[in-house]
């Protein structure tokens, strides 16, 4: 099982009759950034992760270049420094999610991608359908002053206070 934190972006989808779709991000290990490390950060737009990624990739270039070590030693550096961007990618997307101003609403233990989005919005928080529920959750956010909750500086977890 898998634990999952739902995100809805800030502003709207363009129309006013469809709510925006949730970001789904899991917890655990990220094999596309593990894989792709700049490329998936730039599909997530996780500028923070890429100057991170850029960093870590120049210090071992430099460690290759001006330090006398084998290669062995330099590349097992290098492949517990892409294991590490890929344990920390989802949570580099979670903090560029709410850098971008997106709420996170709900965490979700599922199986799978598929279930996890399934459980939000058969269990959505306000027991509406999901059309009638995101506007009802952002606006009563957005009405509220901003909570921030232990080890989240800015963020706003949704919880039963907010529900009306």
Known sequence: MTAYSIHLPPGGSGDEHRPPAPIIVPDGFCWPAFLYGPAWC??????????????????????????????????????????????????????????????????????????????????????DSTAAAIPKITGRLQAEDTKTYPGDRKSTRLNSSHIP
């Open 42 to 127: 730039v599909a997530k737009r996780c500028w923070l992760a890429l100057a991170v990624w850029s960093t870590g990739f120049a210090a071992v270039i430099a460690m290759l270049t001006f330090a006398p070590m084998p290669p062995a030693l330099s590349f097992v550096i290098a492949e517990l420094g892409v294991i590490a961007f890929g344990l920390e990618a989802n949570g580099f997307q979670r903090r560029a999610l709410e850098r971008r101003g997106a709420l996170v609403v709900d965490y979700v233990v599922a199986d799978s991608y598929e279930q996890a989005e399934r459980r939000f919005f058969e269990n959505n928080p306000l027991g």
